[in-house]
C-alpha cells in the first residue's frame, strides 16, 4: 500500500453528497480551487447514488430553497424536455414531473439527476479549478491542536493518498471525519433532560438512529416473469416483525406515521393514478406504492414508447432496523449492509411472489429491476439510503421547540439571526435500531443558524451535509434534499469569504458587522434567509 500527497487546493471537501457539490459550486463560483473525494462513481449522494427523489415541501415551486438548488432542479426538467419524447402537453409544463410521483413535485430518474450534476460540475473540472476523486473515502486525518492539517484517503486500490487545504468541510454521508479529526460530535438519541425536547427520551441513547435503506428500481412488464432468486434469507426476513409494528415487514401493511395507525398500502402496477397531488400538506403520498415514487410514467412520453412505468421502492417495508452503521466495527457494519440489501431483495420477491393482488390472485412476476436507473448491473442503489449520520457539538444547537407547529404555534420557528438559509419539512423520523417507531411532528418553515455549522472547538473543519448541529430529533426536518443542499452552499461559501478576507468562521459569527456582510453575500447569490408569513404542517 502506498501513500502519496495529492496538489494542494483552497478547499478540501471529502464527501460529494448535495452537500458537497453545492458546497464546492459555491467556493468555485467565488474563485477557489476545490478539491471533492466521493466513495462511489456518481455524484449526487441521496439525489443519485441512494436513488430517493427529492423530498421538499409544499412551496418548493415559489420560495423556500436556494438559486442553485431552484437551477438544479430546473436542469433536471431541461434535460428531459431535450432528450426524451414527451407529449406537447406534458413538454409545456413549467412544472414537468417526468415521473408523476406524489412525494415531490419532481420525482426523476436517479441517472437523470446524476448526469446533470455531472453538467454542472464539468466546466470546472475543465478549467482545472475542480479536482474529483471518484471512488476514494477517508481512512485517517492529522491535526494540530485546533486545526485540521490532512487527510487520508484510500482509493479503489486500496492506495492512500494524503489531501490538505486551508480548510476542511465534512460532506460525507455519515459525518466520517468527525471520529477521524477528534471533533466533538453525538449520535443517536440525546436525552430530554439535555435538549428539553417533547420528543427526546429521559436517557441519552447514542446507539439508536434512524433505520437506512437500501433503494431498488422496478417497472413492470405484463406477461413475463422476471422472479429473482429465493434469497437465503427470506424465510427470516418473511417471519421479521419490527417491535411496535402491526404484522410482519414484508407486507403492504405498516403503521401511518403521523398517526401510528395500522395502514394498508395499495399496489397495483402502472395503474392509472389519475390527476396526481404531489403536496404532502395535504396528503403524504404514500397510500399508493406504485405511483409514491414513480420517476417515470407513461403518460408523459409519446404514446407506445414506454411498455411501464419506473418507480422507485423507497418504502417502510425496507427500513433496516437490526442495527446501525454508526459506532459498530467493520465486520458489523458489513453485516448490516448485506442485510439491508437482503431485506430489499426479500422485498421484491416477496410482490413477485406472494403479494396479494386485486384480483384475488398473487404475486406480480413482472415486476423487473431497473439497475440502469440506478447505474448498477444488480438493480440496488449505488449506496444505502443514509438518514442520520453523526452530528457535530455546534455553537447553536437547533433543538424540537425551535420549530415544532404545536410548540411554537403562530409566532412561527425561532428566527436565529445568524441565518445562512431556510428549510420546512415535517420532522419525519422512521424507526430506529433501537426499537422505536414513527417520531412524525409538525414543523414551522424553518431558518439554518450559522452557529449550527461551527464546531465548538474545531477551527476550519465545516460541516456540509446532515451533520451540523441538530439534534437526532430536528434531524428528522433538516436531513432533505434542499437544506442538505443549503447548508453544504452555505459552508463553501463561508469557507472561501473567509479565505478571501483573512478570517476564520467564528469571527464571521461572534461580530455582527462581519456576519451582516457574509449574509448579504448569501442573498447576493440566491440564498433565502428568512421566510414569508405562512403556516407549517
Keep these: 500500500m502506498s501513500t502519496t500527497t495529492a496538489p494542494a487546493a483552497d478547499i478540501l471537501i471529502v464527501g460529494g453528497g448535495l452537500g458537497g457539490v453545492a458546497a464546492a459550486l459555491a467556493a468555485l463560483r467565488r474563485g477557489r480551487t476545490v478539491l471533492l473525494t466521493e466513495e462511489t462513481d456518481w455524484l449526487g449522494g441521496q439525489l443519485t447514488t441512494q436513488g430517493v427523489p427529492p423530498d421538499e415541501h409544499a412551496w418548493i415551486e415559489q420560495f423556500g430553497a436556494t438559486r442553485s438548488y431552484r437551477e438544479l432542479r430546473e436542469a433536471i426538467r431541461d434535460h428531459y424536455r431535450t432528450f426524451y419524447p414527451l407529449t406537447d402537453e406534458a413538454r409545456r409544463r413549467r412544472d414537468l414531473n417526468p415521473g408523476e410521483g406524489r412525494v415531490s413535485r419532481l420525482c426523476h430518474e436517479p441517472r437523470v439527476a446524476a448526469a446533470v450534476v455531472h453538467a454542472l460540475v464539468a466546466p470546472w473540472i475543465a478549467a482545472g479549478r475542480l479536482r474529483v476523486l471518484y471512488g476514494h473515502r477517508p481512512v485517517a486525518a492529522e491535526t494540530d491542536g485546533d486545526r485540521v492539517r490532512a487527510v487520508e484517503v484510500e482509493g479503489p486500490g486500496g492506495e492512500r493518498t494524503t489531501l490538505a487545504a486551508p480548510f476542511v468541510l465534512d460532506a460525507t454521508e455519515l459525518g466520517d471525519l468527525l471520529p477521524l479529526t477528534g471533533a466533538e460530535h453525538v449520535t443517536g438519541f440525546e436525552s430530554r433532560h439535555d435538549t428539553g425536547e417533547p420528543s427526546a427520551p429521559d436517557e441519552a441513547q447514542p446507539d439508536n438512529m434512524q433505520a437506512f435503506s437500501w433503494v431498488f428500481a422496478v417497472d413492470h412488464t405484463e406477461g413475463e416473469d422476471h422472479t429473482i432468486d429465493r434469497p437465503a434469507g427470506y424465510a427470516d426476513w418473511a417471519r421479521y416483525q419490527p417491535p411496535l409494528w402491526p404484522n410482519p415487514l414484508l407486507s403492504l401493511s405498516a403503521p401511518d406515521p403521523r398517526t401510528l395507525q395500522t395502514l394498508r398500502r395499495d399496489f397495483l402496477p402502472n395503474a392509472d393514478s389519475g390527476p396526481v397531488v404531489a ?105 444505502p439510503y443514509i438518514r442520520e449520520s453523526r452530528r457535530i457539538v455546534a455553537r447553536r444547537r437547533v433543538v424540537e421547540q425551535d ?116 449574509q448579504a453575500e448569501l442573498v447576493k447569490e440566491g440564498v433565502e434567509l428568512d421566510w414569508p408569513r405562512i403556516e407549517g404542517y
Design 279 to 383: 403536496d404532502q400538506s395535504k396528503d403524504p403520498g404514500d397510500r399508493e406504492l406504485w405511483a409514491f415514487r414513480r420517476v417515470l410514467s407513461r403518460s408523459v412520453l409519446r404514446p407506445g414508447f414506454a411498455r411501464s412505468d419506473v418507480t422507485i421502492v423507497n418504502w417502510p417495508m425496507i427500513d433496516y432496523l437490526p442495527g446501525p452503521l454508526i459506532g459498530v466495527d467493520d465486520a458489523e457494519r458489513d453485516r448490516h449492509l448485506a442485510g439491508a440489501r437482503e431485506l430489499s431483495l426479500s422485498m421484491l420477491y416477496w410482490l413477485q411472489t406472494e403479494a396479494p393482488r386485486p384480483d384475488g390472485g398473487t404475486g406480480w412476476p413482472g415486476l423487473r429491476l431497473r439497475g440502469d436507473v440506478l447505474g448498477t448491473a444488480d438493480g440496488l442503489a449505488k449506496a
Design 403 to 518: 420549530l415544532s407547529l404545536a410548540v411554537r404555534g403562530a409566532a412561527g420557528a425561532v428566527e436565529y439571526p445568524d441565518s445562512v438559509g431556510v428549510g420546512m419539512y415535517r420532522i419525519d423520523l422512521h424507526p430506529s435500531t433501537g426499537g422505536d417507531t414513527y417520531i412524525d411532528v409538525a414543523s414551522c418553515p424553518f431558518r439554518i443558524p450559522l452557529g449550527a455549522l461551527l464546531p465548538v472547538r474545531l477551527r476550519n473543519l465545516l460541516p456540509a451535509g446532515k451533520n451540523i448541529g441538530t439534534t437526532h430529533i430536528t434531524n428528522g426536518c433538516y436531513r432533505l434534499h434542499p437544506v442538505e443542499w443549503n447548508v453544504g452552499e452555505a459552508a463553501g461559501a463561508l469557507a472561501a469569504h473567509c479565505l478571501e478576507h483573512g478570517l476564520e468562521p467564528g469571527q464571521v459569527h461572534e461580530t455582527p458587522a462581519l456576519l451582516a456582510d457574509f
